[in-house]
């Protein structure tokens, strides 16, 4: 855990409980949200068949993933740790154009 919290920049037990309570609210919320986007597309299990079901799914919470991170990074006081978190993410998806350097 110690090598964890220096590679990451963290100083205490508490930020790293904080930063683990955010990766989790926003992998849950994205994947909520995700979902009521497809149901509100009309798309679900029992008229699409799995693969393009899930492929769908993942193609909705890969972009909205570091926006809501950075969001609730900002709102629990993290931002200086998941902004350029975010930022790296962004970049490897092809979608980097959104910031300026």
């Known amino acids: 855990m110690e090598n964890l919290k220096k590679r990451w920049g963290i100083e205490s037990n508490f930020q790293f409980v904080i930063i683990f309570v955010v990766f989790a609210i926003n992998g849950s919320l994205s ?3 995700s979902g009521f986007a497809m149901k509100y ?4 299990n029992e008229n699409t068949h799995w ?6 799914l993942i193609l909705l ?3 909205l993933y ?17 902004f350029p978190f975010s930022k790296k993410m962004l970049k490897s998806m092809g979608l980097g154009f959104i910031f300026k350097n």
């Open 31 to 33: 994947a909520r949200i």
């Open 41 to 44: 597309l009309g798309i679900n």
């Open 51 to 56: 693969i393009p079901y899930y492929l769908i």
């Open 61 to 63: 919470v890969l972009p």
């Open 66 to 82: 570091p926006f809501l991170l950075m969001f609730f990074g900002w709102l629990f006081g993290q931002s200086k740790f998941f």
